[in-house]
């Protein structure tokens, strides 16, 4: 892949995931803010191949942006366990109070931390990078590498959380 192709790609995810993000500052609704979260994940694994390919440790997402997307994460999840206990007709009023708080205080943590220039300095930083021709073989050697640590740290054992948040990472790289 050529590096105006690589450039290309990163212009066009980061295009798509800052569209995604301003649905977020309407409504936060948990559908769009799977999807946000969804692009990113797209978006950094593709990272990792155009990494794993020069044998770099750049490119990486922003630090900002990063937050932003954790932001997301932690209003998510709290919607879901609080659909999960209204689903299952559980009566725990102060913990659904302290999730509907943390909802709110994430929102504003999104509203503290969402600006334009973040995905601004982001496409700069990345677009800045120097890509030279990824080789042909980069996307299967790439795809080999992830199975090959799916299949290690998938053997017969007892995984700690950490590795079991390793398998699904490679899983959804692949």
Do not use: C
């Not at 192709?5 to 993000?21: F, N, P």
């Not at 937050?67 to 609080?82: K, V």
Request: without cysteine.
């Amino acid at each position: 892949m050529k590096p105006g192709k690589i450039k290309a790609i990163i212009e066009d995810k980061i295009k798509e995931i800052k569209k995604l993000s301003s649905k977020l500052n309407n409504n936060f609704d948990r559908d769009h803010i799977h999807e946000f979260r969804v692009a990113v994940k797209s978006f950094r694994s593709f990272l990792r191949l155009v990494r794993a390919a020069h044998n770099e440790s750049r490119p990486k997402m922003h630090k900002k942006f990063k937050r932003l997307y954790h932001i997301a994460g932690a209003i998510r999840d709290a919607q879901l366990e609080l659909e999960k206990l209204n689903e299952d007709k559980v009566a725990l009023p102060v913990y659904k109070n302290k999730l509907g708080n943390d909802i709110e205080r994430q929102k504003k943590e999104w509203e503290r931390h969402y600006s334009g220039k973040v995905f601004r300095k982001m496409k700069e930083k990345l677009l800045d990078l120097d890509y030279s021709n990824l080789p042909p073989e980069a996307l299967p050697t790439f795809f080999e590498t992830k199975i090959a640590g799916v299949t290690k740290l998938s053997k017969p054992k007892t995984h700690t959380n950490r590795e079991i948040h390793n398998i699904r990472k490679q899983v959804k790289d692949i």
